[in-house]
T-cell receptor, first 113, second 113 residues
C-alpha cells in the first residue's frame, strides 16, 4: 500500500463551523505533513510531525490545529476559518522528515463561505 | 533562504515532441531534489528523486539531471503524449537543518494531439 488517503475530498463550511480533515497512511512512514495550496501556486508548508511529535509549525494561525493520534493518522482541526483560508489542503508522508521521497494524498478542496 | 524558479511557467506542444523543463535554485547546499507531477485539483505524484551525490535519474520516458554547482536541474520528457498534460513542480531540500523541501511554482504543460 503506497497510498496516502485524505477525507473528505471536498468540504464547504461557514466561518463559525468546526470541522476536521483526516489523513491516513500505512507505509510505516514516521514523518507526516500538512500543506496548503492556492490555485496556480506551489504548496505551502503548514505543519510537520516527526515520530508523532510536532516538529515544525510555520506560524500558522491558531484556527488551524493539527493532531497526530498515532503513527498512521494525521488530523487538521478547523475552527472559525476565514474565506481566504479556502484552498486545497494536502497531506504528505515520508520515511523520515524531509530527507526522503514525499508521498502526497489527493487533497481536500476546502471552501469557506 | 532557498529560492526555486521554474521556467517556462507554461508550455503548449504537439504530441511527440521532446521537452525540457527547467528548475533553478539559489543555494547549492542541497540534500536532494524531487520532480513532481500535479493534475488539476489533485495531489502531487513524485516522479523522480535525485540525491545531491547523483547527476541524473531516469524513469521510462523521463530523465532528470542535477548540476549543483550551477544550481540547476532539468526534466526531460521524451516523445510527449496528451496524458503528460499536467503541472510539473520541482522541490529542493536543503542540507543541514530541517530538510523540508522548497517548491517552485511549476510549469503547466499541455500536450495536444
Amino acid at each position: 500500500d503506497t497510498e496516502v488517503t485524505q477525507t473528505p475530498k471536498h468540504l464547504v463550511m461557514g466561518m463559525t463551523n468546526k470541522k476536521s480533515l483526516k489523513c491516513e497512511q500505512h507505509m510505516g512512514h514516521r514523518a507526516m505533513y500538512w500543506y496548503k495550496q492556492k490555485a496556480k501556486k506551489p504548496p505551502e508548508l503548514m505543519f510537520v510531525y516527526s515520530y508523532e511529535k510536532l516538529s515544525i509549525n510555520e506560524s500558522v494561525p491558531s484556527r488551524f490545529s493539527p493532531e497526530c493520534p498515532n503513527s498512521s493518522l494525521l488530523n487538521l482541526h478547523l475552527h472559525a476559518l476565514q474565506p481566504e483560508d479556502s484552498a486545497l489542503y494536502l497531506c504528505a508522508s515520508s520515511q523520515a522528515q524531509g530527507a526522503e521521497k514525499l508521498f502526497f494524498g489527493s487533497g481536500t478542496q476546502l471552501s469557506v463561505l | 533562504k532557498q529560492e526555486v524558479t521554474q521556467i517556462p511557467a507554461a508550455l503548449s506542444v504537439p504530441e511527440g515532441e521532446n521537452l525540457v523543463l527547467n528548475c533553478s535554485f539559489t543555494d547549492s547546499a542541497i540534500y536532494n531534489l524531487q520532480w513532481f507531477r500535479q493534475d488539476p485539483g489533485k495531489g502531487l505524484t513524485s516522479l523522480l528523486l535525485i540525491q545531491s551525490s547523483q547527476r541524473e535519474q531516469t524513469s521510462g520516458r523521463l530523465n532528470a539531471s542535477l548540476d549543483k554547482s550551477s544550481g540547476r536541474s532539468t526534466l526531460y520528457i521524451a516523445a510527449s503524449q496528451p496524458g503528460d498534460s499536467a503541472t510539473y513542480l520541482c522541490a529542493v531540500s536543503a542540507s543541514g537543518g530541517s530538510y523540508i523541501p522548497t517548491f517552485g511554482r511549476g510549469t503547466s504543460l499541455i500536450v495536444h494531439p
